[in-house]
């Protein structure tokens, strides 16, 4: 069985768009009228961003505490690649630079109060 999609809501459709594009090595498949879009990542799997005013509610969506998506990075490099390149995007709020995480390396970062981790595969060199 494959994850078909996860739905995110945000308040800023066309940011999240911009972040996912730009830096998380999505692709834009539709845009509808800045309310709601549609990603793919490559590997049969769709972001679906989800306009907080199709809840009907003016406010940032709250997530529940230490909710988070992660990316997986092929190295400690690549994380530091991905670190300096969303230190450039205004409005995200970093909880440290990439450091040691359990047992990996990587960071997190928010957009809106969505929490994202970009870390290196901790099970890359395991049998799966």
């Known amino acids: 069985m494959n994850l078909n999609h996860i739905n995110l809501v945000v308040k800023d459709v066309n940011r999240a768009v911009?972040?996912?594009?730009s830096h998380l090595g999505f692709n834009l498949i539709i845009n509808r009228k800045s309310k709601m879009a549609v990603l793919e990542n490559g590997y049969?799997?769709?972001?679906?961003?989800?306009?907080?005013?199709?809840?009907?509610?003016?406010?940032?969506?709250?997530?529940?505490?230490?909710?988070?998506?992660?990316?997986?990075?092929?190295?400690?490099?690549?994380?530091?690649?991905i670190y300096e390149k969303l230190k450039t995007e205004a409005d995200l709020q970093f909880e440290s630079e990439p450091k040691k995480i359990r047992d990996t390396f990587g960071f997190y970062f928010f957009f809106e109060?969505?929490?994202?981790e970009i870390s290196v595969d901790p099970f890359k060199d395991t049998i799966r």
Do not use: R
């Open 18 to 21: 911009h972040l996912f594009e």
């Open 113 to 116: 109060k969505l929490m994202m």
């Open 44 to 81: 049969n799997f769709a972001l679906v961003i989800w306009g907080q005013e199709l809840n009907h509610k003016e406010n940032t969506p709250e997530y529940p505490e230490n909710f988070h998506i992660g990316f997986y990075q092929k190295d400690e490099q690549a994380v530091w690649e």
